[in-house]
């Protein structure tokens, strides 16, 4: 998949052109794109100066990167097991049946990301479903398409 690149020079441009920078950059490249294009990985590789084989070590070692194309929206259920027992397993089956996609998957338009995570720390407000990073707690099957629109 081809990319416009064009939004990567003012990445660059915000960042000592050197390894230091590397965490950053790519951290801004998935802001900016959703996750890490080959070619992005390339073009930092040779503006910072680093071999490309560091540059997909740091990308691949850490999970906050993705390598794969992802929605604008990151939905995230946790079905640890106190969400578990309070119906997580029904929150995520009704946003898959909206979504029309497994969670693990984005949908085609790029608009939603469906994860399940295994734990959020948030028991207390189980079930949790997490937006974007924004988080909402007590969920019912009946919040899916209102989690739909939040921002």
Do not use: W
């Not at 794109?33 to 070590?57: G, N, R």
Request: hydrophobic content about 35%.
């Amino acid at each position: 998949m081809k990319h416009n690149l064009d939004k990567l020079s003012a990445i660059f441009n915000r960042y000592p052109q050197n390894r230091e920078s590397l965490i950053a950059v790519l951290q801004d490249i998935q802001k900016e794109y959703h996750y890490l294009p080959e070619e992005a990985l390339q073009a930092t590789a040779k503006t910072l100066d680093v071999p490309l084989s560091k540059v997909f070590s740091v990308a691949t070692f850490y999970n906050a990167f993705s390598h794969y194309p992802r929605g604008e929206k990151i939905i995230r259920i946790c079905v640890g097991t106190t969400c578990h027992i309070r119906g997580a397993h029904l929150v995520q089956e009704q946003l898959e049946n909206r979504l029309n996609i497994k969670a693990g998957s984005t949908t085609k338009d790029l608009k939603y990301t469906l994860e399940t995570v295994n734990c959020v720390g948030a028991c207390s407000q189980a079930p949790v479903v997490i937006v974007n990073n924004k988080y909402y707690g007590h969920v019912k099957v009946s919040d899916a398409k209102k989690l739909l629109r939040s921002k």
